[in-house]
């Protein structure tokens, strides 16, 4: 799968209590005190997606298979951590091999829930946790300019190339912005996935919240939703606390406990789906009698690419890829119903997947 999100915050801000609810098990464990969480968790969830369930009533697929987001619990960061404070240099080293960055803010008061900083504050907490991060980021360019400076002079072409990249990367820290503020061309924008910038990681903002505010939020996460958005940065509310009582709960209580706070879904479907939206990935489905299939490529993948997502030898062997989209496989009643009716269409390599597509991939090996 290869797409995973990693939660960061202060310690005590709910981390590992939404973590513990995302993958419905105890593996981190919660407790009130800093860096309970040692070596980072990793969880893998599914991805709400009703499109599946209608998709395998009309094919009566036996058995459903939802696409997945890996979610990794990283140890809590506090103010200097880019110089090796509290657990730092490990804190770094982890969500440097994420793909995306879940942030959760602490939105409620609780006198029994110590704060590091004493009071609750969300934002000056964000702010705390994203100049570590700049300043981690600033430190690596720093070193790693002059080196390129060098070997760029000395005709190296990938150093040559790389070098206006970094500098304008650097040009952003040093005025405070994320590297991902740096504006790039097309052509540089792979250049400065490789530089492995950890502010460059696209990230979404977790406000936790009281039970009492699960369903409306409160003043400290209205607060914070402007400020996330005047950023260009998704923001979704949850009530940490309840998810986990919710993970508890049989299947057939959920929706009953839920709609008795006033939700008519849990926060944390609302936290994968931004996470997947967040790292700009699309759908596809495979659908048969034996199983329907969710599946999960980058936007602007080719066939040959989404097919390798199921296995190596079909992207090696790819010929063609039958397709139908979603809306006419359901309008036209499955597959039967949209060959008849000329919308099943024979795909080649160079087709861009779209969400939604439902493949059959021809393969040779």
């Known amino acids: 799968m290869g797409f995973n999100c990693g939660i960061v915050g202060l310690p005590n801000v ?21 860096f309970c969480t040692i070596e980072p968790n990793v969880g893998r969830v599914a991805v709400p997606d009703p499109r599946l369930d209608r998709l395998a009533a009309i094919a009566s697929s036996a058995k459903i298979v939802a696409t997945q987001l890996e979610f990794v619990d990283i140890a809590g960061l506090v103010k200097g951590a880019s110089k090796g404070e509290g657990l730092g240099n490990q804190f770094l080293g982890t969500i440097r091999e994420v793909d995306a960055i879940a942030h959760v803010l602490r939105c409620f008061e609780d006198s029994d829930i110590t704060h590091v900083s004493g009071t609750i504050d969300p934002i000056r907490d964000a702010e705390i946790v994203e100049t570590e991060l700049m300043l981690a980021d600033l430190d690596s360019l720093e070193k790693r300019v002059p080196a390129l400076e060098k070997r760029a002079k000395g005709g ?9 990249v970094a500098a304008k990367a650097l040009a952003a ?5 994320p590297a991902r503020a ?30 009492a505010s699960a369903a409306t939020g409160n003043a400290h996460s209205d ?16 009530s940490a606390a309840i998810e986990a009582e919710v993970a508890q709960l049989p299947s057939d209580e959920q929706t009953e406990f839920l709609s008795s706070l006033g939700l008519a879904e849990t926060g944390l479907a609302r936290v994968v789906r931004a996470g997947y939206s967040l790292l700009d990935l699309v759908t596809f489905f495979t659908v048969g009698p034996k199983e ?3 599946w999960t490529v980058r936007r602007e993948a080719r066939a040959p690419e989404a097919a390798g997502v199921i296995h190596t030898d079909f992207e090696k062997g790819f010929i063609r890829a039958e397709t139908i989209a979603y809306d006419d496989y359901v309008s036209l009643n499955g ?6 009716a000329g919308k099943l269409r024979l795909e080649g390599k160079d087709y ?12 040779n090996v």
């Open 352 to 363: 861009v997947v779209r969400d939604g597509d439902v493949f059959h991939f021809r393969f």
């Open 292 to 294: 329907a299939k969710a």
């Open 173 to 177: 820290l040093r005025d405070g912005k």
């Open 223 to 238: 607060r914070v939703a402007r400020w996330a958005s005047e950023k260009l940065a998704p923001s979704v509310v949850i």
């Open 335 to 340: 597959e039967a119903g949209a060959r008849d």
């Open 182 to 211: 740096a504006e790039l061309t097309a052509d540089e924008r792979p250049i400065f996935l490789r530089l492995q910038l950890i502010t460059a990681k696209p990230m979404m903002y977790v406000l936790n919240v009281e039970e």
């Open 156 to 164: 190296d072409k990938e150093a040559a190339a790389e070098l206006p």
């Open 14 to 34: 709910g981390k590992s209590t939404l973590f513990n609810a995302l993958t419905a098990t105890q593996a981190a464990q919660a407790a009130n005190y800093p």
